[in-house]
């Protein structure tokens, strides 16, 4: 898994009990996929369809920075699923894990097209 993107955890991240959100992480994945599947299928029209299992590991707090990593699990006609793993970066621990988010090629109709790439 290559982990590409970092994240600073800043004060407007937190919940109230103190540490990182889990909406505002699971943002930040589905950003990082969709500039992973966009940039594999060379087309800026791309969809998330679905996450899989979410499995919040272990929190973080302000000042920590986290690291996203991705990788393709499965590659389909109009698709790529994708897992995710978001760790620590100075404790190497991780944060979350996401077993299968499927990110859908789109045409310039809207609908899903093959991508045509030999991913």
């Keep these: ?11 407007e991240d937190l919940n109230p009990n103190g540490t990182l959100f ?4 699971l943002e930040w994945i589905d950003e990082e996929a969709a500039l992973f599947a966009i940039i594999q299928f060379d087309n800026k029209k791309v969809v998330t369809k679905s996450m899989g299992a979410i499995d919040f590991v272990a929190s973080a707090k302000q000042g920590d920075v986290v690291e996203i990593g991705i990788e393709i699990t ?26 299968n988010i499927i990110m859908v090629n789109l045409g310039e109709d809207g609908k899903p097209k093959a991508h045509g790439k030999n991913i």
């Design 22 to 25: 889990g909406g505002r992480l």
């Design 74 to 99: 499965k590659v389909g006609n109009a698709y790529i699923a994708l897992s995710c793993e978001v760790r620590n970066i100075m404790t190497h621990e991780t944060i979350i894990t996401i077993s």
């Design 1 to 11: 898994m290559k982990f590409q993107t970092r994240k600073w955890i800043k004060p």
